[in-house]
């Protein structure tokens, strides 16, 4: 589907926003071993423990805010978490026991327990390989398509993934324990 002249305006300051930490450790002249390219240089602040240990609730939106991991039997999927409200609010809730089936060819989805805080969470068009809440229905969803969504409005993304197909197929119809793992 084409996209609305509306919508398209909302990509820029995701990609900014994606691209912005990389910038700034290309620009970092702290020497290397020090703290994460995504850690805000800081004279005072200690470097972090490991890469991708922010934690919730920090002011950089630009990080990552942990890793999650959804287990079904063998089968293992990480999600690198984004720093925004809806995903700090998902990350509150953990653990869980969620159950994914396939929506549309498209996504993964499972209804959580409650909704999510959304507030001040800017939505987006989804792209492969988004760990996604869809707002109306108050699903948390792995988009696997190569197709982009439509729903630009209502779509937040709270992380990202990379899996195979076959490997979120594992997931589906099964119960899937969701814990942070860092």
């Known amino acids: 589907m084409k996209e609305t002249d509306s919508v398209r305006p909302k990509r820029f300051p995701l990609v900014l926003a994606a691209l912005l930490p ?21 004279p005072a602040a200690p470097a972090p423990a490991s890469a991708g240990s922010a934690t919730p609730g920090s002011d950089d939106s ?24 809806a ?28 909704e999510l805080d959304h507030d001040d969470t800017e939505g987006s068009i989804l792209n492969q390989g988004d760990f996604l809440y869809y707002i109306p229905w ?20 709270l992380g990202r993934f990379d899996a195979t197909p ?9 119960d899937v324990t969701v814990e942070a793992v860092a």
């Open 22 to 42: 990389l910038l700034l450790s290309a620009c970092d002249s702290t020497p290397s071993g020090g703290g994460s390219p995504a850690t805000s240089p800081s």
């Open 62 to 85: 630009d990080e990552a805010a942990g890793t999650v991991r959804f287990t079904a039997g063998d089968t293992s999927v990480d999600v690198t978490m984004e720093d925004n409200p």
């Open 87 to 114: 995903a700090r609010d998902f990350l509150s809730m953990l653990p869980l026991t969620l159950a994914f089936k396939d929506f549309a060819g498209n996504e993964k989805i499972s209804y959580l327990p409650r």
């Open 138 to 157: 108050g699903n948390v969803g792995f988009w696997y398509t190569t197709d982009s969504s439509t729903h630009a409005e209502d779509s937040l993304v």
């Open 166 to 174: 076959g490997e979120l197929e594992q997931l589906a119809g099964r």
